[in-house]
């Protein structure tokens, strides 16, 4: 008996494009905090996918001061993350797709105070069953608690199910793997094929491409 399907997706890189607004939310909160940020646009690029707190740490923020960029941070995307962020060309199309053929569900790093609007934003909010966004889990991906999180409440069944977690970085692929679930690396984000070889058998171009590999 074949299993019920369920497909979880990463947001950034994955499904939208948010680089703009990422990036010149950071250059607005070195700025607004007089923090002489020595490096480039790649290495905040370089990071995405990662806790905001973390990517400031990263980036040479002191950890006393961490939260003060954070807040910063926050105030501005809130501003700007609609006019500066992008859906992927197919995305829509991949999530309608997978809509029709799985139950599907988001897994992302960033909050859901700013998931949300998007995916409304983008007419997918639809879609999905369940949003899981940094404020629902004490750990973050890589680690596997997003996605358990996330199929607990949709009463997963290892022995009824059939799960796929579709992201862009080596995040969403170790997080699946410790969750002991599928997964798909997408190439349309941040991640290098080379590096998300190293956690997945399956690399596609793009989301669509990977639910129509499921279908």
């Known amino acids: 008996m074949s299993k019920d399907k369920i497909i979880l997706f990463d947001l950034d890189g994955t499904l939208i494009d948010s680089t703009d607004a990422i990036v ?13 940020f020595r490096g480039n646009d790649k290495h905040i690029k370089d990071l995405i996918g990662y806790p905001l707190d973390i990517m400031y740490k990263h980036l040479g923020v002191e950890e006393s001061k961490v939260w003060d960029f954070v807040d910063s941070y926050k105030s501005r995307y809130k501003i700007i993350s609609k ?41 997918i909010s639809q879609f999905f069953e369940i949003v899981t966004g940094r404020e629902n889990v004490e750990n973050p991906k890589p680690h596997p608690e997003p996605i358990l999180v996330t199929l607990k409440q949709m009463n997963y069944n290892k022995d009824v199910h059939d799960v ?30 080379e590096e998300l070889r190293k956690y997945t058998s399956f690399i596609k171009k793009n989301s669509l491409e990977a639910v129509q590999h499921l279908t």
């Open 24 to 36: 010149s939310t950071f250059k607005h909160s070195f700025n607004e905090l007089k923090f002489d």
């Open 83 to 123: 006019e500066q962020t992008t859906l992927l060309e197919n995305a829509f199309e991949a999530v309608e797709l997978a809509s029709k053929i799985a139950r599907v569900s988001v897994v992302t790093t960033k909050t859901r105070m700013y998931t949300m609007p998007l995916l409304d934003h983008f007419n």
């Open 164 to 193: 796929w977690m579709i992201g862009d970085t080596k995040l969403d692929l170790i997080a699946a793997n410790e969750a002991n679930i599928n997964s798909i690396g997408v190439l349309c984000g941040y991640g290098e094929e």
